[in-house]
């Protein structure tokens, strides 16, 4: 069982940064890759970034490539996303997100599904004006 929190949302100008936090309940955290989603109201759930268990592999969905990072730190169990040069069509609820996938190195262009997540936090919104 792995409990996620997040933390770090709120309300930030265009062209404006914010980090988001998730911290991991369990040990077995260096497990478990780590996604990003986001949710816009009326729209479905969207990938946004992946991280491997070791940090070593990550990818980012298009729309993100170049202003989002995602990281992580499995000594405090937590993984991070920072959203630089951000932009009012990346408000949604944010969510963190673990699929197991112990060992597993080279992710790019896996666990991009909201149906291959095992684990969700509860989300926290973002909004980003204009």
């Known amino acids: 069982q792995v409990q996620l929190v997040e933390s770090g949302g709120g309300l930030v100008q265009a062209g404006g940064s914010l980090r988001l936090s998730c911290g991991a309940s369990?040990?077995?955290?260096?497990?478990?890759?780590m996604d990003w989603f986001r949710q816009a109201p009326g729209k479905v759930r969207e990938f946004v970034a992946a991280i491997s268990w070791s940090g070593g592999s990550t990818y980012y969905a298009d729309s993100v490539k170049g202003r989002f990072t995602i990281s992580r730190d499995n000594a405090k169990n937590m993984v991070y996303l920072q959203m630089d040069s951000l932009k009012p069509e990346d408000t949604a609820v944010y969510y963190c997100a673990a699929l197991f996938a112990p060992g597993v190195e080279e992710i790019t262009g896996l666990f991009r599904e909201p149906s291959e997540v095992d684990y969700w936090g509860q989300g926290t919104q973002v909004t980003v004006s204009s």
């Open positions: 369990g040990r077995t955290f260096s497990r478990y890759a």
